[in-house]
């Protein structure tokens, strides 16, 4: 079983930066893929990064050229940093992996941009 611990997650005034992180129990360098969704009350999780094993990356079309997705395998952490924050960003953001052994979840952060 493996853990996914996010952290990161706040208040920030609109135009703002956070920089959200998730550490895994084991290692991330043999994963399938690893993302960032997010997802608002009685709304569907979305995809808002997501990082596969030959480091192809995908953003939402929301988020592009504000986010930006990164791993530090020796450290095992995934890593997203927001910038330019938007009121419309406010969520619960989901840390994922797809692995060899399963996929899993981490227990959420929240994010909050107030205008």
């Known amino acids: 079983q493996v853990q996914l611990v996010e952290s990161g997650g706040g208040l920030v005034q609109a135009g703002g930066s956070l920089r959200l992180a998730c550490a895994a129990s084991a290692s991330i360098f043999d994963i399938n893929a690893m993302g960032w969704y997010r997802q608002a009350p009685g709304k569907q999780r979305e995809l808002v990064a997501v990082i596969t094993r030959r480091a192809t990356i995908n953003y939402a079309d929301s988020v592009k050229g504000r986010f930006a997705i990164s791993r530090d395998s020796a450290k095992n952490t995934m890593y997203l940093q927001m910038n330019s924050l938007k009121p419309e960003d406010t969520d619960v953001y989901y840390c994922?992996?797809?692995?060899?052994?399963?996929?899993?979840w981490g227990q959420g952060t929240q994010v909050t941009v107030s205008s």
């Open positions: 994922n992996m797809q692995r060899w052994t399963g996929e899993y």
